[in-house]
């Protein structure tokens, strides 16, 4: 079993930055772990923003955040960062990390594959 604390949200005008990071504890080498993020904004179903493998480091973005975003992962850390670049008032949700225990070369894309889930964090553009 895994644990995820997301931390990173907050308040952030329109074109700005924000990193947000899920750190990650258990039995389970974090390594052995493909991880997501995902985003759910009142009245919206919850979508994927972006995966990345466990061994490879491939990655996956929803065509709303390619090239804007950027997931990354630092094995020695426990820790997945998405760093949110020239953010949009659209952006706005609560964000949550994921992990799936799937040792595939790619990354995990259905949210029913993944085992655990952080609690969110909320991330607010403003306009």
């Known amino acids: 079993q895994v644990q995820l604390v997301e931390s990173g949200g907050g308040l952030v005008q329109a074109g700005g930055s924000l990193t947000l990071s899920c750190a990650a504890s258990?039995?389970?080498?974090?390594?052995?772990?493909?991880m997501g993020w995902f985003r759910q904004a009142p009245g919206n179903e919850r979508e994927l923003v972006g995966a990345?493998?466990?061994?490879?480091?491939?990655?996956y973005y929803t065509n709303s955040v390619r090239g804007r975003f950027t997931i990354s992962r630092d094995d020695a850390k426990n820790t997945v960062y998405l760093q949110m670049n020239s953010v949009k008032p659209e952006d706005t949700a609560v964000y949550y990390c994921?992990?799936?225990?799937?040792?595939?070369?790619?990354?995990?894309?259905?949210?029913?594959?993944?085992?655990?889930w952080g609690q969110g964090t909320q991330v607010t553009v403003s306009s």
């Open positions: 258990g039995r389970r080498s974090f390594s052995n772990y493909a």
């Open positions: 994921a992990a799936d225990w799937n040792w595939s070369a790619a990354p995990t894309l259905t949210s029913d594959d993944y085992d655990y």
């Open positions: 990345i493998s466990w061994s490879t480091g491939n990655t």
